[in-house]
């Protein structure tokens, strides 16, 4: 039984046989130098453009009595150099050898037909081609550094420097992603740092080394901002809702950037506040935004207690004004119309001094 792989081989070479049989009979047509001229005519009939020597040529002619091959079209290099094997699949080992050098790290190049053709017949290859428009790219693998990586590093040999370590830096000129060879792990290499305390600029050179690869220099500039975690939203709450733990989460920010801000950024001073306004995912707490929940709503009726040593009076009432823990609202007693000053203590709930206990009655 024939192998699968010389079945596949076979069944190609017989379709680009046919194929080039068509492209020659077709429209009494036929095949002189590379020009079609009509069959009947002078070899002077029109021109149906450069075909290809691939194409007018058979397997024998462009492949000679050489091993039978099949062409790979992608394919993925991860050593410098590119092999015949790479691109064909077929070759004998004792065939096999280097042909070109890999492209750059992470890039593709396409090899056309006619470089296609060239290496074939220069190899002795017995190789058919299944259109005009045969080719295969070829890319080198690659890892990559990212900005990331290397800004960490910086960020490192300035903390041993004494940079803060919850500050934030920014580098000029602006780091890229930098490709190195597959399976690789690069060293990145951080020295020459000068860092000022007083002013957060510093300078440092970075090399990026890895086997078959050329180190990687750079020189650069930057600034260190000192930064804080931030109070924010994590969900969205509506006006007049009691904010609590679960709805807050933090953002580091630059300490720079909120001076001069009405910025909370104390957890505390958030916690059990209530919204003026709709507030979304995210957002940060300014004092305009929160207050103190009101307990207490101007009309409602509200228990009014009075406390002295000996004893504890409570009366109903009215308040007059809306009020949150510690403010002193005003409440009218119905039964007698008279309003006195009552510490709002809990939701409904104000406190009399004793020397209005007359209004109590």
């Known amino acids: 039984m024939m192998p699968l792989s010389a079945f596949r081989l076979a069944q190609r070479r017989y379709s680009a046989l046919v194929w080039c049989l068509f492209a020659v009979c077709v429209g009494g047509m036929v095949v002189a130098g590379g020009r079609c001229a009509d069959a009947q005519g002078s070899g002077n009939g029109s021109s149906l453009g450069s075909v290809p020597r691939a194409l007018t040529t058979t397997p024998s002619a462009l492949s000679g009595i050489g091993p039978m091959v099949a062409l790979r079209h992608h394919i993925t290099i991860e050593g410098e150099v590119v092999y015949l094997h790479d691109l064909f699949d077929g070759v004998p080992p004792e065939r096999d050898k280097q042909i070109l050098r890999a492209p750059e790290l992470g890039k593709t190049v396409t090899l056309d037909m006619a470089f296609l053709t060239r290496l074939a017949q220069n190899e002795n290859l017995n190789w058919t081609p299944l259109s005009q428009s045969e080719q295969a790219t070829l890319t080198r693998a690659s890892g990559q550094i990212h900005s990331d990586d290397i800004m960490a590093a910086i960020s490192q040999s300035l903390i041993q420097r004494g940079m803060p370590a919850t500050a934030e830096i920014d580098v000029s000129p602006p780091l890229t992603t930098i490709p190195v ?177 007359a209004a109590l009655q």
């Open 181 to 357: 060879p597959a399976g690789v792990t690069p060293a990145i290499e951080v020295y020459e740092v000068a860092y000022n305390r007083a002013d957060g600029r510093f300078t440092a050179r970075v090399d990026i080394r890895a086997a078959q690869m050329a180190p990687t220099h750079l020189s650069l500039t930057g600034m260190a901002y000192d930064t804080i975690d931030v109070p924010v939203l994590q969900n969205t709450v509506s006006r007049g809702q009691v904010i609590e733990a679960k709805d807050v989460g933090f953002m580091r920010q630059r300490i720079g950037a909120l001076q001069g801000s009405d910025v909370i950024t104390d957890f505390d001073q958030v916690i059990g506040k209530a919204a003026r306004r709709v507030m979304r995912p995210g957002e940060a707490f300014r004092d305009r935004d929160i207050e103190r929940p009101s307990l207490v709503t101007k009309g409602s009726l509200v228990t009014m207690v009075l406390r002295t040593p000996l004893m504890q009076l409570t009366a109903q009432g009215r308040a007059m004004q809306d009020g949150a823990v510690g403010d002193v609202i005003k409440v009218q007693n119905p039964r007698s119309g008279k309003t006195v000053l009552g510490t709002v203590i809990q939701a409904r709930t104000v406190e009399v001094d004793p020397a209005q206990s």
